[in-house]
């Protein structure tokens, strides 16, 4: 239990702290002439995750910007859809959210110790009722509205994906493996894919050479 609490306190830390961005790879390094890219091994997880990992800490302010031009890319085509169904998850999170909150349980065993208190039970009514209108109107824009839905989550793992797969195919090349061998460390600390590969328990020298 410290220990897990530890690395999620070193991860928020390092989000919180001033990170810095790589520099930005060429385009001939990234993805066109000098760029190798060969199918990994898929029985060798230990060096598939290694070539995973280091590409996404070497090439992450190219894979921010990729990500970040396919997302607006697909707002662009489809803004109308797109926005509905971030509208339409926003309401149901919150939905969900409410129900499952502290506070919400708290008021509940609150009124039931409490011998069945006015104030409290009509405080749970309340709450029970705000909670059934908003899961029975986001229930209803839910399924009117699937198709926006889908295409919302499709616009966020395309790029996800797409950056897993060029992550998994890159080859790396001597300047990568010279970077990551001098300054992995100082990568994986102070920029944003390593805080986030952090948080996550991954890190690129327990994956292998």
Request: glycine share 8%; aromatic share 12%; no cysteine.
């Amino acid at each position: 239990m410290s220990g897990s609490g530890s690395t999620v306190g070193d991860a928020a830390a390092a989000l919180s702290g001033n990170l810095q961005l790589p520099p930005l790879r060429s385009l001939d390094d990234f993805i066109l002439g000098s760029a190798r890219f060969q199918l990994p091994n898929l029985k060798d997880f230990d060096k598939w995750g290694n070539r995973v990992v280091k590409n996404l800490l070497y090439y992450q302010t190219n894979y921010f910007l990729l990500f970040l031009t396919i997302y607006a890319l697909m707002i662009f085509f489809n803004p109308t859809k797109i926005l509905s169904g971030l509208i339409v998850q926003a309401l149901i999170i919150a939905v969900i959210w409410q129900f499952f909150s502290v506070k919400t349980k708290k008021n509940f065993i609150a009124s039931r110790l409490g011998g069945g208190n006015a104030q409290a039970a009509e405080q749970i009514a309340q709450q029970k009722w705000y909670v059934l209108a908003g899961a029975l109107i986001g229930g209803y824009l839910f399924l009117h509205l699937i198709s926006a839905v889908l295409l919302t989550i499709f616009t966020l793992l395309l790029p996800i994906s797409v950056t897993f797969i060029h992550a998994s195919l890159r080859l790396r090349n001597l300047k990568n493996k010279v970077v990551n061998t001098f300054d992995g460390t100082l990568i994986s600390a102070s920029t944003p894919m390593g805080a986030l590969l952090d948080a996550v328990n991954v890190r690129a020298e327990g994956l292998g050479n």
